[in-house]
């Protein structure tokens, strides 16, 4: 088992909060309604941790994860104030879960879709984005290499859920729409978790964590990232001080496969995250059992969560405390990441 602390972290740092207006937007969509908590009671047994909570993203909006919610509201967003003038082709690259909710949008707005894919996407979560409408481009290499064909396609409008120098206002957009996640986590709670244990590819949803908690309001959230061993960025750039890409190899979490950090990402995890975890394929796996015997249907990426919960149970980590709320992120079901 593997957890990083972050040494550069400063709990005097806060950060702005994010803005309120995809909220309101992701309320007046078809369909919409928040997703469940469900209380765990039997992941606190071993650690005397306090409440276990999950919330259970594997319906959201018409699609089998989160993700929607980071799409729909950058699509709507970077298109609301351009003329009409027919059909765009919206461009992505993807581990599955964003190329697929980035296509399921672009038909619901009106839109095509053309969508990038990596080695190692399972060919069900292909022909679930195929199913949307979208064409499907593959990208001999990992996710950084469909990225930069994404990025070079010359033509549509690029909708990527990492950001870089000179490309950050569709990422911001992405991340903004991930908070509505995190308002209704606190209503549902009637407050603030203690600990949130955060599934992490290139960091967007962490980062959007980041922001909700860290922007000086309520008690303080402790905020742990959780990767696949095989991709470990985010622990490796919050041991070296700075963004590092690293080399990832196959993992069942396909949608954490990532080697490189969010440029956008990155100032928030710097400073404001808390930990790292990282898990074994095998961890997700029997975490994903016993979420599914505990009523919660959650794929590799969702239950990896639960599999860093464990990790910390079994270190004794002072990042639990016996008072405290652990909200686990299950952020795909099943269908999001056949295995």
Same mark, same amino acid.
């Given at each position: 088992?593997?957890?990083?602390?972050?040494?550069?972290?400063?709990?005097?740092?806060?950060?702005?909060?994010?803005?309120?207006?995809?909220?309101a937007f992701h309320r007046g969509l078809p369909g919409y309604a928040p997703t469940r908590l469900v209380d765990l009671p039997g992941p606190a047994h071993p650690s005397g941790t306090?409440?276990?909570?999950?919330?259970?993203?594997?319906?959201?909006?018409?699609?089998?994860?989160?993700?929607?919610?980071?799409?729909?509201?950058?699509?709507?967003?970077?298109?609301?104030?351009?003329?009409?003038?027919?059909?765009?082709?919206?461009?992505?690259?993807t581990d599955g879960n964003h190329g697929r909710a980035v296509a399921h949008f672009a038909k619901q707005f009106g839109h095509r879709a053309e969508i990038y894919v990596p080695d190692?996407?399972?060919?069900?979560?292909?022909?679930?984005?195929?199913?949307?409408?979208?064409?499907?481009?593959?990208?001999?290499?990992?996710?950084?290499?469909?990225?930069?064909?994404?990025?070079?396609? &010359?033509?549509?409008?690029?909708?990527?859920?990492?950001?870089?120098?000179?490309?950050?206002?569709?990422?911001?957009?992405?991340?903004?729409?991930?908070?509505?996640?995190?308002?209704?986590?606190?209503?549902?709670?009637?407050?603030?978790?203690?600990?949130?244990?955060?599934?992490?590819?290139? &960091?967007?949803?962490?980062q959007s964590a980041l922001a909700h908690y860290r922007s000086g309001c309520g008690p303080e959230t402790t905020i742990v990232s959780v990767e696949p061993d095989s991709a470990p960025?985010?622990?490796?750039?919050?041991?070296?001080?700075?963004?590092?890409?690293?080399?990832?190899?196959?993992?069942?979490?396909?949608?954490?496969?990532?080697?490189?950090?969010?440029?956008?990402?990155?100032?928030?995890?710097?400073?404001?995250?808390?930990?790292?975890?990282?898990?074994?394929?095998?961890?997700?796996?029997?975490?994903?059992?016993?979420?599914?015997?505990?009523?919660?249907?959650?794929?590799?990426?969702?239950?990896?969560?639960?599999?860093?919960?464990?990790?910390?149970?079994?270190?004794?980590?002072?990042?639990?405390?016996?008072?405290?709320?652990?909200?686990?992120?299950?952020?795909?079901?099943?269908?999001?990441?056949?295995?």
């Amino acid at each position: 088992m593997t957890i990083v602390v972050n040494p550069n972290r400063d709990r005097s740092w806060t950060c702005a909060s994010p803005p309120p207006e995809a909220l309101a937007f992701h309320r007046g969509l078809p369909g919409y309604a928040p997703t469940r908590l469900v209380d765990l009671p039997g992941p606190a047994h071993p650690s005397g941790t306090g409440r276990v909570v999950a919330k259970d993203e594997s319906s959201r909006l018409g699609l089998p994860a989160f993700k929607a919610l980071g799409a729909s509201w950058a699509i709507h967003r970077a298109l609301r104030d351009r003329t009409p003038d027919g059909p765009v082709t919206l461009i992505t690259a993807t581990d599955g879960n964003h190329g697929r909710a980035v296509a399921h949008f672009a038909k619901q707005f009106g839109h095509r879709a053309e969508i990038y894919v990596p080695d190692g996407v399972h060919p069900e979560a292909v022909q679930a984005i195929r199913d949307e409408g979208a064409i499907v481009v593959h990208v001999p290499g990992d996710y950084d290499d469909a990225v930069m064909t994404a990025s070079r396609a &010359g033509h549509g409008l690029l909708v990527q859920d990492t950001a870089w120098e000179g490309y950050e206002d569709v990422p911001a957009g992405i991340v903004a729409g991930y908070a509505t996640l995190f308002h209704e986590v606190d209503e549902q709670l009637g407050g603030s978790p203690g600990l949130v244990l955060v599934p992490t590819g290139v &960091g967007s949803l962490l980062q959007s964590a980041l922001a909700h908690y860290r922007s000086g309001c309520g008690p303080e959230t402790t905020i742990v990232s959780v990767e696949p061993d095989s991709a470990p960025g985010i622990a490796a750039s919050v041991e070296a001080g700075r963004p590092v890409t690293v080399a990832t190899g196959p993992t069942s979490m396909a949608g954490l496969n990532c080697g490189t950090v969010s440029s956008l990402a990155w100032p928030l995890i710097h400073r404001g995250l808390d930990a790292c975890v990282l898990v074994g394929d095998g961890e997700a796996t029997a975490a994903a059992r016993e979420l599914t015997a505990a009523g919660v249907e959650a794929g590799p990426c969702g239950a990896a969560s639960l599999a860093a919960l464990r990790t910390l149970q079994r270190a004794r980590s002072p990042l639990l405390r016996p008072d405290a709320t652990v909200l686990l992120l299950i952020t795909e079901g099943p269908a999001a990441n056949p295995s």
